[in-house]
């Protein structure tokens, strides 16, 4: 048996093809189910249903062999007991640094909002600058507009949260796509079957770069 931890929601919506290219289909649709195991086209094969930070978690402790995350859940788990295979070149965006256009000039440390708390340590702590990290858990363009931070880290796609925020992109911190991990007990207990998986989702993704958007 085979589980592999994804999100639902834009994980999930940008997987499904190259599942389906490595000849995975779920026989079910978490944003209508509310199923947390979802069964495939393949009886050995099952996908788990858990939040995006959770993902890694579950692959570390082997409650699911396999999982798809973002590389920004990654930086923040550290990746301990995980193998990380595949880029599979989806769910792309940019971890920034972001504030407002005219930022007041201060003379006490920065506060950064951010629910990438360790990214965010190792960003400054390598430009040897100290800032006050405020731990928040989501909706970060909020801060500096009511004076809880001066600047968020903060995920970037199109730029379109950050504007109808005024707030704009300051720093580039890291690229960001979503990342096929793999248990690494499982890599040796059941290393045919992940392999295989890996070699099949590694071909769907060259696939899908090869064809034109
Ligand atoms: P939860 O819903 O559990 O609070 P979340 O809001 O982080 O988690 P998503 O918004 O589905 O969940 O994001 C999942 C992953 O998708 C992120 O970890 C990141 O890698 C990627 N991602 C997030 N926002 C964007 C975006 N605007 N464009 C592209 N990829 C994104
Ligand atoms: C993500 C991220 C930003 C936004 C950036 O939020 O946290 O707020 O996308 O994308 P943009 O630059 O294209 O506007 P998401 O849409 O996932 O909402 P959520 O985190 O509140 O679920």
């Known amino acids: 048996m085979l ?9 999930f919506r940008e997987c499904i093809p190259l ?6 289909v779920p026989r079910d649709d978490p944003d209508t189910s509310r199923k947390l195991i979802l069964d495939t086209n ?5 996908l788990v249903i858990i939040r995006a930070a959770d993902v890694p978690t579950y692959v570390q402790y082997g409650a699911a062999e396999l999982g798809v995350t973002g590389k920004d859940v990654l930086m923040e788990h550290g990746g301990e007991g995980l193998y990380e295979p595949l880029d599979l070149g989806i769910a792309r965006c940019r ?9 007041a000039r201060l ?12 990214s965010t340590r190792r960003y400054y702590a390598a430009l040897g600058q100290q800032v006050e ?9 909020l801060a500096p507009l009511v004076g809880l931070a001066d600047r968020i880290v903060d995920l970037v796609d199109t730029g379109n949260t950050l504007r109808a925020n005024g707030l704009v992109p300051l720093e580039h911190i890291a690229d960001i796509s979503s990342r096929l991990v793999v248990n690494k007990a499982a ?5 045919a079957a992940v392999s295989a998986l890996v070699d099949a989702l ?10 034109p958007a």
């Open 187 to 191: 890599m040796k207990m059941k290393h």
């Open 3 to 11: 589980r592999i931890a994804v999100s639902k929601g834009r994980i």
């Open 107 to 118: 003379h006490r440390r920065l506060r950064i909002a951010t629910k990438y708390v360790q």
């Open 95 to 103: 971890l920034m640094v972001a504030g407002p256009r005219r930022a």
């Open 133 to 141: 990290i405020v731990k928040l858990y989501g909706s970060m363009e």
């Open 19 to 24: 599942l389906a290219r490595a000849g995975v």
């Open 202 to 211: 590694g071909r769907a993704v060259e696939e899908q770069a090869q064809e």
């Open 42 to 46: 393949q009886a050995d094969v099952k």
